[in-house]
């Protein structure tokens, strides 16, 4: 039992000094980010690009 128990103490330190998924959340963050800006200017630029895409569509034969 006390082999049980100091093998769970090891494995839970070794859990909370790991930091491998640090790495993983600094790039879920950036990749939020991306998505927050790409979404905002897609919001703020669709009118005109609408409107472009009309004009071009238009004056096509």
């Known amino acids: 039992m006390l082999k049980l128990f100091i093998n769970m ?3 839970l330190a070794h859990l ?3 930091e491998e998924g640090q790495g993983l959340t600094e790039y879920a963050l950036i990749l939020a980010l ?5 979404i905002a200017a897609l919001t703020l630029l ?5 409107s472009v895409l009309n004009t071009i ?3 096509l034969p």
Not at 34 to 38: D, E, K, L, P, S
Not at 46 to 50: D, E, F, L, M, N
């Open 9 to 11: 103490k090891l494995a």
């Open 16 to 18: 909370l000094d790991d």
């Open 34 to 38: 991306i998505a927050i800006v790409a």
């Open 46 to 50: 669709g009118g005109k690009v609408t």
């Open 57 to 59: 569509s238009s004056s």
